[in-house]
């Protein structure tokens, strides 16, 4: 995983709400919308300090 970014996509994806946040990681991306967005990124970010993060 290499970043993380806001996005109001309206694609198809797993996630329901539009508030999303795309993952990167290799060659591939996916949308998601954790209920808790800033802590599911503390943790991502205290696993690997190297995810570049945009807001």
Wanted: net charge positive; aromatic share 4%; charged share 15%.
């Amino acid at each position: 995983m290499h970043s993380i970014q806001p996005s109001h996509q309206i694609i198809s994806s797993p996630a329901l709400s539009l508030e999303r946040l795309e993952i990167r990681y290799n060659t591939q991306n996916i949308l998601i919308s954790p209920e808790q967005k800033n802590k599911f990124i503390q943790e991502l970010v205290r696993i690997n300090p190297h995810i570049h993060i945009s807001q």
